[in-house]
């Protein structure tokens, strides 16, 4: 457990070598990696973190900003004894790793799943319902995924429903993550100079794809790869593809 001015980010370390840290999309817990530990840790050492508001980190008062939680990585960074390196960020966590990029020596390579360079255009609300709500849950995880997926596997759909019951942020802590990424904006993005990766679901309906393609156009060191027919959660419904192109680009 890390701690930055008092609040408490958790973080778990899994397997070895060079470390990748991974920071989760707004809303969501940890079992949003599910699909990416498992490829990761071997070859790599896998740390996940629990963004403030979710999982088992603090839910302080927000609204929060993508700042905070850049100086919430480097916390876990500087706890887990790691002078840089290589970041996965999902959705708001991929804003936190271009922030950090940006602003900081701590990132040695990036991956942005899902992410967009500004929170103007994003339809947050579709993808989040309060944990109690199930029903509500249900539509939030289905506007997150393509409808083929949805029609293909219920049984994974389901499972996701459950983990989402169990580990998501509550309403509070959800508006207050929120808030980071609608008042975020990469205004600099030529001085993100780490190699970049963004990977993003082609059907992506929440975070426009173009805005990604966009992203990736701007970046000094950027690439991009859609994924055809996924969702906004395209690593995990097409997390065999996601994770060969995450692979190869650490690998590089």
């Known amino acids: 457990m890390a701690s930055n001015g008092g609040v408490a980010c958790y973080y778990e370390r899994d397997g070895g070598g060079d470390s990748v840290v991974f920071v989760g ?40 900003s993508v700042s905070d939680l850049v100086s919430d990585l480097t916390a876990v960074l500087s706890d887990a004894g790691l002078r840089s390196a290589a970041v996965v960020g999902a959705g708001l966590g991929g804003m936190v790793g271009l ?50 997926f949805v029609a293909d596997h219920p049984d994974a759909v389901r499972r996701i429903v459950e983990w989402r019951t169990a580990e998501d942020a509550d309403p509070t802590a959800w508006e207050a993550q929120a808030a980071a990424v609608r008042g975020y904006s990469l205004d600099a993005p030529y001085e993100v100079t780490a190699p970049t990766l963004v990977v993003h679901g082609a059907d992506d309906a929440a975070w426009p794809a173009e805005d990604a393609r966009t992203l990736a156009g701007d970046l000094p060191r950027g690439e991009f790869a859609a994924v055809d027919g996924a969702g906004h959660l395209a690593h995990v419904e097409r997390s065999k593809r996601v994770n060969d192109e995450l692979l190869s680009f650490l690998e590089e």
Do not use: I, K, M, N
């Open 25 to 64: 999309d707004a809303g969501y817990g940890a079992w949003q990696w599910g699909w990416q530990h498992a490829a990761v840790a071997g070859p790599f050492e896998s740390v996940v973190t629990d963004v403030r508001g979710a999982g088992r980190s603090d839910a302080p008062p927000g609204p929060y």
């Open 99 to 148: 922030e950090a990029a940006r602003t900081t020596s701590r990132v040695d390579r990036l991956v942005c799943l899902g992410t967009a360079p500004s929170g103007s255009g994003v339809d947050l609300d579709s993808l989040y319902a309060p944990p109690a709500d199930r029903e509500g849950v249900e539509r939030a995880t289905e506007a997150a995924l393509s409808e083929g």
